[in-house]
């Protein structure tokens, strides 16, 4: 095999307990005006106190938007820029869940570029680097300190719309567990799951020609020999510890491990992508307004039971990863203990078995089918080619519930 590999990383990664408090030290480096995105539960917190005084030691000046939107609708976006734009930063600094890192990544782009948000849809749309971006995280899940992604929603379009470009990678991402602690368990369960999606599915992601050129061809740039160690070394640690910090917050330890796990598995998703479970939540999440880690979560096993035919090793690795015990038979055995051992996980922690019970509706099935398709970065992504059939395929299946009888099908098409 030619031995390929690459990674879209932010220059800087410090995990650890305590370590927010190098966010400073970052920040001096990049100038002395820093303009902090975060939400109002984290407005008027001690972690952003603190933050703010660390930056004013060290010689930075600071201003908070503290008005982020979940899932940063186009308004927030343009609210942010124009209390940004005065101030002139040098850096913008994330602090909080995805959406705060989002509009973090998103006001350096408008800053930097200006034009409308809308310009920038798709991948490869930002002409050049932008302002420095601090990301610190809150929540374990979403990977966005590591990735070239933000996800924005527009009200003129169903679905959010994903910016992709290298350009969006964090300067530093500094993850420090003790921000999560105090998260519920809910939130830990959801976003602990998208995590392990994202490693999952860019574990199994289809395997690009490396041509000279690629890099510059693709944000995403399929799995390789680098994104891949990122996503078994995430998928062993979020096996360990995602029930543990579900079921017991208070175990520091479990808690830790979600964090790392969901920051490397983003190092792999960055690099390799997502893929169909992606995909799908789109349409699903516009249509049940449910957490994005629950859609995702939900659909995973139906997607890996259509992908299996063109995974088979990988997702029998998956199995290794999460500590399985051996199973007798070869790699297929193996394959299906491992996807059967994530939806057992997924279970555990309280993410709906199928669609209905997350509460699509059935005569939204097709439609959802078809509006998978429309996310290209992602539908490329799949390791078995999708198209409306195959879309349908899964989403049926997800919807029913009947993961066996999709196996069965499976089984006899191969």
């Known amino acids: 095999m030619n031995l390929f590999a690459a990674a879209r990383t932010p220059r800087h990664v410090v995990f650890g307990r305590g370590q927010r408090a190098t966010a400073a030290g970052y920040a001096r480096e990049l100038g002395n005006r820093a303009f902090i995105c975060t939400d109002e539960r984290l407005g008027g917190s001690r972690e952003l106190a603190e933050l703010v005084d660390a930056l004013a030691v060290a010689g930075v000046d ?73 990301a610190i995280p809150t929540t374990a899940g979403t990977g966005s300190e590591a990735t070239p992604v933000a996800v924005v929603a527009d009200s003129e379009r169903t679905l959010k719309v994903g910016i992709a470009s290298p350009y969006l990678i964090p300067h530093a991402a500094i993850c420090d567990p003790e921000l999560t602690y105090s998260a519920p368990p809910g939130l830990t369960a959801v976003a602990g799951a998208d995590a392990l999606v994202h490693a999952i599915e860019a574990y199994t992601a289809a395997r690009r020609d490396p041509a000279p050129g690629l890099s510059q061809e693709h944000v995403f740039l399929g799995k390789n020999a680098m994104s891949d160690s990122y996503a078994l070394l995430a998928i062993a640690h979020l096996g360990q510890s995602l ?39 789109y349409p699903v999440g516009a249509a049940t307004h449910t957490a994005h880690g629950a859609g995702v979560a939900c659909v995973l096993p139906y997607a890996m039971e259509f ?21 007798e038979g070869g790699d297929r055995e193996r394959a299906y203990a491992a996807i059967d051992a994530v939806a057992r996980l997924f279970g555990s922690i309280g993410i709906p078995k199928n669609l209905r019970i997350l509460g699509l509706h059935e005569d939204k099935v097709d439609w959802t089918a078809e509006q998978s398709l429309g996310a290209a970065r992602l539908v490329k992504n799949n390791p078995r080619p999708l198209d409306l059939a195959a879309m349908q395929t899964i989403v049926s299946a997800a919807f029913s519930g009947d993961r066996l009888a999709l196996r069965r099908q499976v089984a006899q098409e191969a």
């Not at 830790?256 to 920051?263: E, H, K, N, Q, S």
């Not at 299996?308 to 199973?327: I, K, N, Q």
Request: glycine share 14%.
């Open 62 to 134: 600071a201003i908070v938007f503290d008005r982020t939107m979940p899932e940063v609708p186009l308004a927030s976006i343009e609210r942010s820029v124009a209390l940004g734009k005065p101030f002139g930063p040098d850096m913008v600094i994330g602090l909080g869940g995805g959406s705060c890192l989002d509009m973090a990544k998103v006001t350096a782009l408008m800053l930097t570029h200006g034009g409308s948000i809308r310009d920038y849809f798709g991948e490869f749309k930002v002409p050049g680097p932008a302002l420095p971006v601090i």
């Open 243 to 281: 029930e543990r910090a579900v079921k017991d917050g208070s175990d520091h330890d479990a808690r830790d491990g979600v964090m790392f796990g969901a920051l490397v598995a983003g190092m792999a998703f960055g690099t390799a992508g997502t893929s169909a479970a992606h995909a799908i939540q």
């Open 307 to 327: 992908n299996l035919p063109a995974a088979v090793h990988e997702m029998a690795r998956v199995g290794d990863a999460m500590g399985l015990p051996p199973t």
